[in-house]
């Protein structure tokens, strides 16, 4: 376990974020979780345990005192912003708590009182309606991370035991892809998926399979050019920079259990060409982890389900696993520093 607590964030206080940590905290001992704190409104905390008739205590501490807490309580670093949202009823008067949570949260991890960030699910649409104006989470962690007004490059890893894989477009129409799509940006991304896998995950050589953008990864170029222009010359200057980058591959045959066996990470084109698989293998235990940050960031690979939010049967799992690979990343990361 790393030495420091993780820092938790709140999510939107209308969704599952809430019962989700409380829960993470009752499983804590038989899932064998890494201690943490959630940076939240603590009455609203008790008030969804109360709810839930669920005994978690919540005790209100400093990071100094998290650990020794964890044991006994479900440590919470408080918020001056009080969380009054109702669950499963969106409300953007909750923004400002979700956002001073994330806030808190890096700024521990930064001044080395936390060892990794770790996120819970925050509703786009209700920030937006507060005025919020990053395209979305881990925008933002680009701009709280900024050096010098320069924000990283931040990469999205959609990671399982069994499968990590890397959309090099995200969140974009599927009909804008092949003109964001460019060398430079499969590169660049490729990059920080090796130093990330090296440095957090302990892969001394990391193996890459890049996908093909169009089927059958173009068929030498009968089925568009983007594989032959755009993607082979990406693994050309991969591997002339010493990082064994492999492909492109049609994206039908990559991910079955032989194939998944030759490659550490697995670098998609586009969105749904990549989770698709991942939320086929482990739809309720994938983890989101934002690789090219100062810092360790993980978060559920879900959203604030607001449907069933305060009702507490959402599961936790993805939560879980969440926290324990990046308690995983902190002390492989705390093994690097000291060496």
């Not at 989101?288 to 305060?310: C, M, Q």
Request: proline share 8%; aromatic share 6%; net charge negative.
């Amino acid at each position: 376990m790393p030495s420091l607590p993780l820092a938790l964030t709140q999510g939107d206080p209308a969704g599952v974020g809430p019962e989700l940590s409380l829960r993470a905290w009752q499983e804590r001992r038989e899932r064998r979780l890494p201690a943490f704190a959630c940076i939240a409104d603590p009455g609203h905390l008790r008030r969804m345990a109360e709810r839930l008739g669920w005994q978690v205590p919540v005790r209100e501490c400093g990071w100094s005192e998290a650990l020794a807490v964890f044991a006994e309580a479900l440590p919470v670093i408080p918020l001056e912003q009080a969380a009054e949202a109702v669950a499963g009823e969106p409300d953007p008067s909750s923004a400002a708590a979700t956002i001073a949570s994330i806030d808190r949260a890096v700024a521990a991890v930064r001044s080395g009182q936390a060892g990794a960030v770790v996120t819970n699910p925050i509703a786009k649409s209700v920030l937006y309606a507060a005025g919020f104006k990053y395209p979305g989470h881990t925008e933002y962690l680009a701009h709280l991370a900024a050096d010098g007004g320069v924000e990283p490059l931040p990469v999205m890893m959609l990671w399982c035991e069994e499968l990590a894989v890397v959309p090099v477009t995200i969140h974009v129409p599927l009909r804008q892809v092949p003109d964001l799509l460019t060398t430079p940006l499969i590169v660049e991304t490729a990059r920080i998926v090796a130093a990330g896998l090296r440095r957090q995950f302990g892969i001394a050589a990391p193996r890459l399979a890049l996908s093909g953008l169009n089927p059958h990864a173009g068929e030498n170029g009968t089925m568009g050019r983007e594989d032959e222009e755009i993607v082979k010359p990406a693994i050309a200057q991969l591997r002339a920079e010493g990082i064994d980058a492999r492909g492109p591959y049609p994206a039908d045959t990559m991910f079955h259990a032989r194939a998944r066996a030759g490659y550490d990470a697995a670098l998609a084109m586009y969105h749904d060409q990549g989770l698709i698989p991942i939320k086929t293998i482990a739809f309720d235990e994938g983890v989101n982890v934002t690789l090219g940050l100062p810092f360790i960031r993980t978060s559920p690979d879900h959203g604030t389900a607001f449907d069933i939010a305060g009702r507490g049967v959402a599961r936790p799992d993805s939560l879980c696993a969440a926290l324990k690979l990046a308690a995983r990343m902190a002390e492989r990361q705390e093994t690097v520093s000291r060496a």
